[in-house]
């Protein structure tokens, strides 16, 4: 297995971006034909039979009967690394390149199983504020926005065919390799973690409509301010995250009309709220919905609280986390336990299948920011682990 060559293959489609000079892919945008290309290549090369379903999902199947499929996204955020998602897709390509020419387990045994190989093509959610796009198709609960089904059309796909997209019973488990984003594993100097839940994540989108108005001319006492009112809520998502002790964040802010000499008449603010306890997720999403609606009525203006998304916390499952966990201590290190703090496609999978999830250091602990980088021994580790991983699990 060549750790070199997955990281060299994540660098190449580094170069397919909307902004060049800048990783930048997003959901069917013009340079995910080109990735697709490359990965087409790649999976064939490996012995793959290669399509792309109807969300823009590129799938690779290697084998017959009942599968295993490993995977992870292809899009990015804006001003990207080249590893965040595109690592997994490759570390499957090159587990299924090792493997094809000879048996899973030792003593040549025949395989008891096939691969499949997916790139998704959408988790982030940067082109539509709705994520995993991709592998919500293939549980059943396709995104059916009308704007994401003209994308669809855009990138010549069909989408009356979506429902084809979706898993069937051969599928008996999901194994996703990902970075981690973080620095936990640098800090315990470990290659490798496996995760044991993803946390819970909430999305929402707040706008307070006030009035626009002189800049010069408008006293202060007479103002209804959105941008003021987008502030003060934005102070309140902070001390409410610090002491429901868990993580929000305010990640774009966009003030209408923009102007330096305009008070501004509305503001749209982004919200993303995570926890691993659900419960405690939706009270601090109400709490902030209240504390918005309080903000408004105070300083008389409007405000429209939209609800993007809720993912509940989920659990890896025990039986093929445990299995992952022996096969990283085959291959490196004792293994290491840990929760993961940003949603991942198998937060989605784990819903129709039993599925599991290894993580890479981050040098760093650096991650979606081009300084985003691995290391070729955790990624040889990875490769090990996850051969071990092959020659010992078996389907239910």
């Known amino acids: 297995m060549d750790a070199a060559r997955v990281i060299d293959r994540c660098v190449t489609l580094a170069a397919c971006t909307e902004d060049p000079g800048k990783i930048t892919r997003t959901f069917l945008s013009p340079p995910m034909r080109e990735v697709h290309r490359l990965v087409g290549r790649?999976?064939?090369?490996?012995?793959?039979?290669?399509?792309?379903?109807?969300?823009?999902?590129i799938r690779g199947v290697w084998g017959s009967g009942?599968?295993?499929?490993?995977?992870?996204?292809?899009d990015t955020v804006p001003h990207a690394g080249a590893f965040d998602g595109i690592l997994g897709v490759m570390l499957g390509i090159e587990l299924v390149e090792a493997v094809k020419d000879r048996a899973l387990v030792p003593y040549g045994i025949p395989a008891p199983y096939g691969i499949e190989v997916v790139g998704f093509s959408d988790e982030e959610g940067v082109r539509f504020g709705v994520p995993f796009i991709g592998s919500r198709a293939l549980v059943g609960?396709?995104?059916?926005?009308?704007?994401?089904?003209?994308?669809?059309?855009?990138?010549?796909?069909?989408?009356?065919?979506?429902?084809?997209?979706?898993?069937?019973?051969?599928?008996?488990?999901?194994?996703?390799?990902h970075i981690e984003q973080g620095p936990v594993l640098e800090e315990n100097q470990l290659a490798l973690g496996v995760v044991d839940a993803i946390v819970g994540q909430a999305r929402a989108v707040v706008e307070f409509h006030g009035k626009a108005g002189h800049a010069g001319t408008t006293p202060m006492e007479s103002r209804k301010d959105a941008l003021a009112a987008a502030a003060e809520w934005i102070a309140v998502v902070e001390k409410v995250a610090i002491e429901e002790q868990l993580v929000a964040t305010v990640g774009r802010l966009d003030v209408r009309p923009g102007a330096v000499n305009v008070i501004p008449g509305v503001a749209r603010a982004t919200l993303?709220?995570?926890?691993?306890d659900t419960l405690k997720l939706e009270r601090a999403m109400k709490l902030l919905e209240t504390s918005a609606e309080e903000i408004s009525t105070r300083r008389r203006i409007k405000?429209?609280?939209?609800?993007?998304?809720?993912?509940?916390?989920?659990a890896m499952d025990p039986a093929m986390t445990e299995v992952l966990a022996s096969a990283v201590k085959a291959a490196c290190c004792q293994?290491?336990?840990?929760?993961?703090?940003?949603?991942h496609d198998a937060m989605i999978l784990a819903r129709k299948v039993p599925a599991a999830m290894l993580f890479l250091r981050s040098p760093g602990g650096i991650s979606h920011h081009p300084d985003e980088r691995?290391?070729?021994?955790?990624?040889?580790?990875?490769?090990a682990a996850g051969k071990a991983f092959l020659e010992t699990w078996r389907p239910a």
């Open 42 to 57: 790649w999976m064939s090369e490996a012995g793959m039979q290669v399509s792309v379903d109807a969300v823009g999902n």
């Open 66 to 74: 009942p599968r295993l499929m490993i995977g992870s996204h292809l």
């Open 141 to 177: 609960d396709p995104v059916m926005d009308d704007t994401v089904l003209e994308a669809i059309r855009a990138f010549d796909l069909d989408p009356d065919e979506i429902p084809k997209a979706a898993i069937g019973k051969d599928i008996k488990g999901y194994l996703e390799f």
């Open 272 to 276: 993303d709220v995570r926890h691993k």
């Open 303 to 314: 405000v429209c609280w939209e609800q993007r998304s809720v993912q509940a916390a989920v």
């Open 335 to 343: 293994p290491y336990r840990l929760s993961s703090g940003a949603g």
């Open 374 to 383: 691995v290391n070729e021994g955790d990624v040889a580790s990875a490769l």
